[in-house]
């Protein structure tokens, strides 16, 4: 039996000094009280010992308010989408949220990350290791020269257990559970990014139906305005410029009719892919009209660092790099290993179960960092950067999250000014459109101007399309920046 170090020592030791514990016991010698006490001493400490890092504080200002009103004061809805009342567009999420390649990544990777927290968390427990061999060797006798066959089987049992003084399995199972919370939380982006995309591609392609219509209506009108102004050139009525002008004006029209049904089929096709299938041909509502704004939710800014997923996963990182440079630190300092073997040897497998252990022994280390010392310090360095970068990275995803509402907040506004405007714009433009008709019918202006209020009502028309579904997607970018139907 051998000690070398004293608990007293072991309890003073610095990076730098080394002191080893072991005991061997064979054939049934007792072990002394004093290299037990030693042992359990070590193991005292690891309950009783760890290195602290003090967690990063953002220097982030928190907003009292928006910069715009929002409107009804309402929480954020878990299936905000539904507001829409489309059932097209509430089966189409459900089915994304099932199906798209996006999503399923995002939650294996919960799982992988999960499996990696159970991987470190064994650490913080003892291993046991069980093994059975067996040889059969042919040796000569050197007296009478005849081969000597031989077998012996041997078991052996071995169990050890790193002893976590200074808390680095402890700081690193930590360091693993916040990056499962992280991907966790950006499980719950790639859900709430593609609820937002399925919808806003599904009131893009309403909106491109709408205009489709609007562009074939317009395209009825102006066979029409042809056709009177062939009637009005064959009686000599008009010029044959301005049968002309009201053939070109019709053929313009007719030449959009195929760019926006290309524009239909790529919609198509960029939904299918979020939907998680082939591109095919969607059902969906034919009227979209029927798509009203939404009931804007009222949210003071603070709530938003408890909502938005990015955030949450942001801070949850900042943690795991805390976590980090604590065990980076503790490995430093010394480290304390216990192991006890046992093993028996017969010349039969049954022996091995009949006898008890013949060889066994128990012993301990206590291992300190000399000449690696730089490579650790710069492990530590490492992650202190790490820390930091985590910790601007939080920063930033703070404010730009502040700047998302924000800019949703503010065109959400200017939309609704403009679409008031242009719906106006509109009912004068049909009331011109009819006055010149009417006026061109019974010879008082020429085709010009009728043409000039056509052209103006197409495009009035084609505004109050597009601004509608930009105030659509700029609400629906604000229930994203809110962080959705998403919390903690």
């Not at 009103?69 to 097209?88: C, I, K, L, M, Y």
Request: glycine share 4%; hydrophobic share 40%.
């Amino acid at each position: 039996m051998e000690v070398l170090g004293k608990p007293e020592e072991i309890a003073r030791l610095r990076p730098g000094m080394s002191v080893q514990v072991h005991i061997d016991t064979r054939g049934g010698e007792t072990m002394t009280r004093r290299p037990v006490a030693a042992l359990l001493f070590a193991l005292l400490l690891s309950g009783c010992q760890s290195v602290d890092v003090a967690p990063a504080k953002p220097s982030l200002q928190i907003p009292a308010a928006w910069r715009t009103a929002t409107g009804p004061a309402s929480a954020t809805e878990q299936v905000w989408w539904r507001n829409f009342h489309d059932s097209h567009l509430n089966r189409y999420v459900d089915q994304a949220l099932q199906n798209n390649s996006d999503v399923l990544i995002a939650r294996e990777r919960v799982n992988e990350y999960q499996a990696r927290v159970y991987a470190v968390e064994g650490s913080l427990f003892p291993s046991l290791d069980a093994g059975v061999s067996g040889a059969r060797a042919r040796t000569q006798s050197a007296a009478t020269g005849l081969p000597i066959y031989s077998t012996l089987y041997k078991g052996s049992l071995t169990a050890s257990y790193d002893v976590d003084i200074w808390g680095v399995n402890r700081s690193t199972a930590s360091a693993a559970q916040a990056s499962l919370a992280a991907q966790k939380a950006a499980a719950a982006a790639a859900d709430l990014t593609v609820a937002s995309s399925v919808a806003s591609g599904y009131v893009t392609l309403l909106a491109l139906d709408e205009q489709l219509n609007v562009t074939k209506s317009t395209l009825k009108s102006r066979e029409e305005a042809w056709n009177l102004a062939k009637r009005q050139y064959e009686t000599g009525y008009s010029s044959r410029l301005e049968l002309m002008q009201s053939d070109s004006e019709l053929r313009s029209t007719r030449a959009q009719i195929p760019l926006l049904e290309h524009q239909i089929a790529q919609q198509e096709n960029a939904l299918s892919l979020l939907l998680g299938s082939n591109p095919t041909r969607l059902a969906r509502s034919d009227r979209f009209d029927a798509l009203t704004p939404l009931t804007l939710p009222s949210q003071l800014p603070s709530s938003l660092l408890n909502r938005r997923p990015d955030v949450v996963q942001a801070e949850r990182q900042l943690i795991a790099a805390d976590a980090t440079l604590a065990a980076s630190r503790a490995s430093l300092l010394p480290s304390i290993n216990l192991t006890a073997t046992g093993s028996v040897q017969d010349r039969t497998l049954p022996g091995l179960l009949d006898d008890p252990l013949r060889l066994w022994s128990i012993g301990g280390s206590i291992l300190a960092p000399l000449l690696n010392r730089q490579a650790l310090n710069a492990q530590v360095d490492i992650s202190q950067s790490q820390r930091n970068q985590a910790l601007y990275s939080y920063e930033k995803t703070v404010r730009n999250a502040f700047r998302e509402v924000n800019d949703s907040l503010d065109a959400i506004t200017r939309y609704q000014e403009q679409l008031s405007e242009l719906q106006a714009q509109q009912d004068v433009a049909q009331e011109t459109l009819r006055i010149a008709q009417n006026r061109y019918r019974n010879g008082y202006s020429s085709y010009l101007d009728v043409l000039d209020a056509q052209r103006t009502l197409f495009s009035v028309q084609t505004n109050v399309v597009q601004v509608k579904n930009n105030l659509l997607l700029a609400q629906i970018d604000l229930y994203k920046a809110l962080g959705g139907g998403w919390s903690v």
